[in-house]
């Protein structure tokens, strides 16, 4: 499967964006899915992870609350939707994806197979 991110920009502290991600090549319907970002001279950090059926859903504590991870099988394409950004959320974000249909999300979940290009987001104070 193929993953396209897409929806990053510049928006002021206390703005919303959404990030789309879109699958070719295979649908998401037994897929685990998530996003991952990489702040500007820092590491990777998982952001969130939303398994298949929905059956287990994690998110990093730095954005509990506002960020929402979601998806739409029959379009083939999940979400994140962020409000009350902070510049400390200022970075890459990757979408990911695993045909695993058992994989569970959490904290410590495996790396999963499948990552797309990153989209920028950027947020100004």
């Known amino acids: 499967v193929q993953l396209q991110a897409s929806g990053g920009g510049l928006v002021q502290a206390g703005g919303s964006l959404r990030l789309s991600c879109a699958a070719s090549?295979?649908?998401?319907?037994?897929?685990?899915v998530g996003w991952f970002r990489q702040p500007p001279g820092k590491a990777r950090e998982q952001v969130a992870c939303l398994s298949s059926g929905d059956r287990s859903i994690y998110y990093a504590d730095f954005v509990k609350g506002r960020f929402t991870i979601s998806r739409d099988n029959v379009s083939g394409t999940f979400f994140l939707r962020m409000t009350s950004l902070e510049p400390e959320d200022t970075a890459a974000y990757h979408c990911i994806a695993d045909p695993d249909p058992d994989y569970y999300c959490s904290e410590y979940g495996p790396p999963m197979r499948h990552w797309g290009q990153g989209t920028l987001v950027t947020v100004s104070s």
């Open positions: 090549g295979s649908t998401l319907d037994n897929y685990a």
